[in-house]
């Protein structure tokens, strides 16, 4: 088993494509998705006439009548996960996601749009979790040093759907022990290196991962456990995850450390 040390950003929205194909192209963005510090100023590129681009910041799915349309540029200035669809005539394109990181906003996160309890166990109330630990908590780092950390290592923007985290029928964190391929939802992620541009989103699977940890009273957050099939579009990952050459990987174990 290899270990890899990286930036896990679980984007507090969702990421499921449309299903039904669609003859209009998808928006695309003057500046792709990636790490930056000072925050950036985005616009769509090369729209034909007449089409209007539908976006959405709340991992919900734009449509024609979903999501706020797009005139002009847009300025990230907290980490983003973006989804957009554009429209003309009717036609509706698939929708695309973006991943904006911008570190210093990421110590600093905050949920208040999602469930602020993650369900009671043995008459025991459990909060949600969603923040970074605060830097005292780190023995010897700073602010500036977590910051610093962010932005030198390599990142997975990994965004889930909000029904499949936190729904009360069938979130993974409101049911974190819960096993097996019925306890599987869709997730899209995308791999972001330092140096170089990042890498195309793809589906695959995802579960919760571990045994003590899964329970709540444990630990609030969980790791996760990474599996690529082909009914989600391919049956491999493929990313130079351990050193510079691209691998393929079935399955991969995003670790939450809960033991160390």
Known sequence: MRWLRLALWMALGGVRLAAASSPLNPPAWDHPSGIYPKGVEIRPVALAPGVQVRITTDGSLPTAS????LDGSLTIRRTTTLRAVAVHDGAVSHAVTA?????ETTVDQAAPHLPKVWGVRDGQVLPGAYGMKPAPAVPGATRGDIIAALQRLPSLSLVVSPEDLWSESRGLYLHSEETGEGWERTTSLQWIPTNGPAWPVIDCGVRIQGGWS????????????LLFRKRYGS??????LFGNNAEAF??????GGNNN
Request: net charge positive; no cysteine.
């Open 235 to 240: 049956a491999a990952f493929r990313a130079p």
């Open 66 to 69: 979903h999501g706020d349309p």
């Open 250 to 255: 079935g399955t991969l174990i995003l670790r």
């Open 99 to 103: 991943s904006f990181l911008v570190p």
């Open 214 to 225: 899964r329970r709540p009273e444990e630990s609030p957050k969980h790791s996760f456990r």
